[in-house]
């Protein structure tokens, strides 16, 4: 008997696998497939934190604004006054952490990939005039200070800005097309 409920457990569990990962999988040309492990919305205004999610954890909202977000912001200015300014800037925050894979090639590739969908930010001109460089280029790589090797890189989509930071061992054009099939997804579920 107990072999039996162990079989059918591990037919359900391998079942829900197939499931979500097909449910999440690129379905034009099933190269992608993701997990979302983490979310949670916040919005930042003058070093307020606004809460916009179930977590009531704001640790993590601060953490996510001083060490991914300031940096990125701090890399569009170009003086100190100008980021000085910034402890003064507005925004809102989509924050996702996903594990994904790319099942193109020939030995499966993981990858723990960050994203940082932000929105709403207040008119500040230095971020502002960076945001339309942006829209005129693919992406952006801008250094942010880490104990661990990341790497983040930012661009934009539909008028929002997206910071990904990654692993810097992983493959750059892996994480690029990933994290722009996620965020286009994300907009078209909308």
Do not use: R
Request: glycine fraction near 0%.
């Amino acid at each position: 008997m107990c072999n039996m409920k162990y079989i059918l457990c591990t037919i359900f569990c391998m079942c829900a696998y197939f499931h979500a990962a097909a449910t999440c999988s690129d379905s034009i040309s099933d190269k992608f497939s993701y997990k979302v492990v983490e979310n949670f919305n916040y919005c930042w205004d003058y070093n307020i934190v606004y809460e916009d999610t179930n977590s009531k954890d704001t640790a993590l909202f601060i953490s996510s604004h001083k060490y991914i977000i300031s940096p990125i912001l701090n890399a569009f200015c170009n003086n100190l006054n100008e980021q000085a300014e910034l402890d003064k800037i507005g925004y809102c925050c989509k924050h996702y952490l996903i594990k994904a894979q790319n099942e193109s090639k020939k030995n499966i590739q993981y990858y723990s990939i960050e994203i940082n969908i932000l929105s709403n930010i207040k008119n500040h001109a230095p971020i502002t005039s960076k945001i339309e460089e942006l829209k005129k280029q693919d992406y952006t790589i801008v250094d942010i200070i880490s104990e661990a090797p990341v790497m983040c890189l930012v661009f934009v989509e539909a008028d929002y800005l997206v910071a990904v930071t990654y692993n810097m061992f992983y493959d750059f054009d892996d994480v690029l097309s990933i994290s722009k099939f996620f965020v286009q997804e994300h907009f078209s579920a909308k």
